[in-house]
């Protein structure tokens, strides 16, 4: 079975500052999908960033940016320019193909947050 | 779109009870599934369903049961509540097209089992 790793239960970053959070995973497959989601206290789950395996360049979108590491099954979602916004729970998750879609393995998160 | 949607927000049972958790997309996914969500761990995959009338098990399937009727609808069945199954649940939805896929989450129903 999968499995999926944050090592850092809680980081902090000051606003307009850049931070990096950790994910490690564990897997035998070749491919796969890898997805960071935001849940801010609302409790809703926001997709952040999403990255094929089979793709060799790292997804970007707007200010959030991830680093895979394939060989080293690493992960880490980098996050420029913080706002106030961006404080939440920020979970990594390993997607496993079932043919229309993946089944999906979540890291413990880790607490996000944002200091004026 | 709605999206997909969970009905209850939130719900108190005693041991024992039975219930159902409803969610509903309208965006004509074929792939929905079921997460519980317990303090200090990710989410974790309880059934999903690749389809209308096929539904499979995921990682914490016990004390549940999933069908598939129609591609809208994916209701969570409790036959008989225990408090560890106290939890916050979330139903997701998800296509993919072209190599790409996007899962939607539902708001998600807090269940409190005592």
């Known amino acids: 079975a999968q499995t999926v790793t944050q090592s850092q239960p809680e980081m902090s970053v000051q606003e307009a500052e850049t931070v990096t959070l950790s994910c490690t995973y564990d897997?035998?497959?070749?491919?796969?999908?890898l997805f960071w989601y935001k849940q801010p206290p609302s409790r809703q789950m926001i997709l952040v960033i999403r990255?094929?395996?089979?793709?060799?360049q790292n997804a970007t979108e707007n200010r959030f940016s991830v680093n895979f590491q394939k060989a080293a099954k690493s992960f880490s979602l980098k996050i420029s320019d913080s706002q106030l916004g961006d404080a939440a729970m920020y979970f990594c998750?390993?997607?496993?193909?079932?043919?229309?879609?993946?089944?999906?393995?979540f890291g413990t998160g880790t607490r996000l947050q944002v200091t004026l | 779109n709605a999206g997909v949607t969970q009905t209850p927000k939130f719900q108190v049972l005693k041991t024992g009870q039975s219930m159902t958790l409803q969610c509903a997309q309208d965006?004509?996914?074929?792939?929905m599934s079921w997460y519980r969500q317990d303090p200090g761990m990710g989410l974790r995959l309880i059934h999903y369903?690749?389809?209308?009338?096929?539904?499979d098990q995921g990682e914490v399937p016990n004390g549940y049961n999933v069908s598939r009727s129609t591609t809208e609808d994916f209701p969570l069945r409790l036959l008989s509540a225990a408090p560890s199954q106290t939890s916050v649940y979330f139903c997701?939805?998800?296509?993919?097209?072209?190599?790409?896929?996007?899962?939607?989450f539902g708001p998600g129903t807090r269940l409190l089992v005592l």
């Open positions: 897997t035998s497959e070749s491919d796969y999908y």
């Open positions: 990255q094929e395996a089979y793709k060799q």
């Open positions: 997701a939805s998800s296509w993919r097209t072209g190599g790409e896929e996007t899962q939607y």
């Open positions: 369903s690749v389809g209308a009338g096929i539904t």
């Open positions: 998750a390993y997607g496993d193909y079932t043919g229309t879609a993946s089944k999906l393995t």
């Open positions: 965006m004509n996914h074929e792939y």
